[in-house]
């Protein structure tokens, strides 16, 4: 009996089959609670909501707030541009740095690389509360920032310090800053499996430097940015932390929505239908980046 | 005499203390294709790198149509390379990848969709116009990255082992083509290739190098059969060499071979004296087996030692009494079945040659 399941087919379905399982015990069961606690109803029940009374079974109350409130569209607004804007940036500064990564000489590179990975050995609180102490209006930085902005404006717009925490601003900063990582190393892993010598083609064929990139490199890379730029919108679309700490609270981000109705509301309904509307939005941008990996997978199998 | 096409004058190139090209220097004519042959690390891809514009001589200057290339990036000299990996974008079509270049040229769509119609056809892949370089064969691709870098109408085509990436039946069709292309094209060619029998067919003359240094340049029969040293000797085709020195120098050069244990007689060469010592050189397909003993100078007594027979020839290694080993190379000119053969394992044979075959070597 145990011989028939343990040889190699059986020890390789099970190694294939394990993250499955993690899958499904982890994510794919607690998510169905979820979207059936979305269309429970609240009650002051201790776990605080339930299924009967007037709506039996589906109650779509949740479901309907989400297009009538506007605290949850604004919500979900400030969270998709917040997202997209440190995708843009992460992008903007990550790729010249795994362009970068890809031209030094081997060793310098192991280097670099451990720096890019090097943030993620402290705690991330730290380096959030960190970026608090340099923003914050009493901190030697901003004294610096006001001290030049003072000097270099005219003095009737001069501010007594400037205002950076609690704002959007910060809220994308912190992120750009949190998920740069994610953006460099997707790209880097692309860029530095590009051939060298199609950019010596192209430049042989008369491109001067920058139109090899764009012509070459750019096209090429595409996968990687799309890596890159998932691997950033995603956890940043439902960041919590960042926006807690350093954001603006009058327009909160949909994490620290889902986390307050969770917690100080004590709407699991709301809060679960708000999870569910979150989860939709993003598998959207998750099937694109699917079907270019498989594209690009195919492509590499058949050269 | 009008100014060749390409002058490599005094040309050094150094990687930190590595020299991997020395001093060479080379003038190409318009219209040749020039082969620069050698084994892997005698320089000849750098070479033809520094050509192209990727690499910077060291030391010497490279003119190209009388200009001197030492300032010009490769996006403006008017020479073209075809990669040895062919080096196609990935991402576009054939047709792009034909037109690529022509996006720098100042003509009209229509002008450029012409040209690369026209190239499609010299290729004859104008049906695979539209698919990608990895919907395509090997044999296909290469013949994308050749119409792909004569599209631009260089003056000068470099090849980096061309024919390297093919099978042996698609190489010996390719060869013929690229011959056909480079005659109707006019184009220069210089080639870089490890293998002699490609530099051979293709070329009117070959570079021959060795560690960073052109050992001689010529016609390629002219190199094969008058090699000016006992490396050049050995690179293209194989040859036996002893050891020799001149007794005699008269109508014909007398050399007294050791190994041989006889003196061998050499057609007068120049600049040699008596008592000098020299390689004694000779082809194996120079040399004639006899099974009985024939009369006259140059004739050696052995034994077959071993023999390889590959159908249309078949090579002989003979032992001489002396213990040195002699290759001969016979064509099988008459159908025969294994017992009937010319010479067989442990046959006593004689091997003559004329005194013309015979090279001597001072290098």
């Known amino acids: 009996m ?8 059986g020890w390789s379905d099970m190694v294939i089959g394990l993250p499955y399982v993690w899958l499904l015990i982890f994510f794919l069961i607690p998510f169905l609670i979820v979207v059936g606690m979305s269309f429970a109803t609240r009650t002051s029940t201790a776990p605080p909501f339930g299924f009967g009374g007037e709506n039996p079974l589906i109650n779509l109350t949740g479901y309907a707030r989400l297009f009538t409130d506007t605290l949850y569209i604004r919500a979900f607004v400030t969270s998709l541009t917040n997202a997209a804007g440190a995708m843009v940036l992460c992008l903007l500064i990550g790729y010249p740095m795994a362009l970068g990564l ?27 509360y960190a970026w608090m102490g340099l923003m914050g209006s009493n901190s030697w930085f901003n004294k610096l920032l006001t001290g030049a902005w003072n000097w270099v404006v005219p003095q009737a717009w001069d501010v007594a310090n400037v205002p950076l925490m609690h704002s959007n601003f910060a809220v994308v900063l912190v992120m750009v800053y ?11 892993a692309n860029l530095e499996r590009l051939d060298p010598t199609l950019d010596e083609a192209a ?8 139109a090899v990139f764009r012509d070459v490199t750019l096209p090429q890379s595409i996968p990687g940015i799309i890596a890159g730029g998932m691997l950033v919108f995603i956890p940043a679309a439902g960041e919590l932390v960042i926006p807690t700490l350093v954001g603006d609270s009058s327009s909160p981000m949909i994490g620290r929505v889902i986390s307050d109705e969770f917690s100080s509301a004590r709407d699991w309904p709301m809060a679960s239908a708000v999870a569910v509307a979150l989860l939709i939005l993003m598998v959207g941008p998750m099937m694109v980046y699917s079907r270019f990996e498989a594209r690009a997978q195919a492509r590499e199998r058949s050269e | 005499m009008t100014e060749a096409l390409v002058r490599i004058d005094g040309v050094s190139k150094s990687f930190g203390s590595f020299q991997a090209v020395k001093n060479v220097s080379l003038e190409i004519e318009k219209g040749e294709i020039f082969s620069l042959l050698g084994g892997s690390g005698c320089g000849k891809t750098t070479l033809l790198r520094m050509l192209a514009g990727f690499e910077a001589p060291t030391q ?5 149509d009388g200009v001197d290339m030492a300032a010009v990036p490769p996006w403006e ?13 990935p991402h576009m079509t054939v047709e792009k990848n034909i037109g690529y270049g022509l996006k720098h040229e100042a003509m009209s769509h229509s002008d450029r969709a012409a040209r690369v119609r026209e190239m499609l056809d010299l290729v004859q892949l104008t049906q695979f116009a539209t698919r990608k370089p990895h919907q395509i064969s090997g044999g296909q691709r290469q013949r994308v990255a050749l119409a792909r870098a004569l599209a631009r109408q260089p003056k000068l085509l470099l090849l980096d082992e061309p024919l390297a990436a093919l099978d042996k039946k698609l190489r010996e069709h390719t060869q013929f083509e690229l011959m056909s292309i480079q005659e109707r094209t006019g184009v220069t060619f210089i080639v870089v290739t490890h293998d002699q029998e490609e530099a051979m067919t293709l070329s009117d003359r070959i570079a021959v190098m060795d560690q960073g240094v052109v050992r001689q ?22 040859i036996n060499a002893f050891e020799a020195k001149v007794v005699a120098i008269g109508a014909q050069i007398t050399v007294d071979v050791p190994a041989l244990g006889q003196t061998v007689q050499a057609r007068a060469v120049g600049g ?12 194996p397909e120079k040399i004639t087996i006899h099974r009985t003993p024939v009369e006259g100078a140059n004739v050696l007594a052995g034994e077959i030692k071993d023999l390889a027979y590959f159908g249309k020839d078949s090579l002989y290694r003979v032992a001489l009494p002396s213990g040195a080993l002699v290759s001969v190379h016979a064509v099988n000119a008459a159908r025969a079945s294994d017992d009937e053969r010319l010479a067989d394992w442990y046959d006593k044979v004689w091997l003559s040659f004329d005194p013309a075959s015979v090279l001597l070597l001072t290098d």
């Open chain 1, 2 to 9: 145990i011989a028939r399941w343990f040889h190699r087919r």
């Open chain 1, 102 to 128: 890809t031209r030094v000489d081997r060793g310098w590179r192991n280097i670099l690389l451990m720096l890019v990975i090097l943030p993620f050995w402290t705690s991330f609180l730290l380096r959030v």
């Open chain 1, 178 to 188: 949190t998920y740069l990582p994610f953006m460099i190393l997707p790209l880097y």
């Open chain 1, 203 to 210: 430049m042989d064929l008369g491109s001067r430097p920058f």
């Open chain 2, 60 to 64: 010497g200057r490279i003119f190209i």
């Open chain 2, 77 to 89: 000299r008017p020479v073209h390379m075809m990669f040895q990996s062919y080096a196609l974008f």
């Open chain 2, 217 to 238: 340049v010529g016609r390629p029969g002219a190199v094969y059969e008058f090699p000016n040293s006992k490396f050049v000797a050995n690179f293209l085709g194989s």
């Open chain 2, 272 to 283: 040699l004296s008596v008592g000098q010592s020299v390689t004694m050189a000779l082809r």
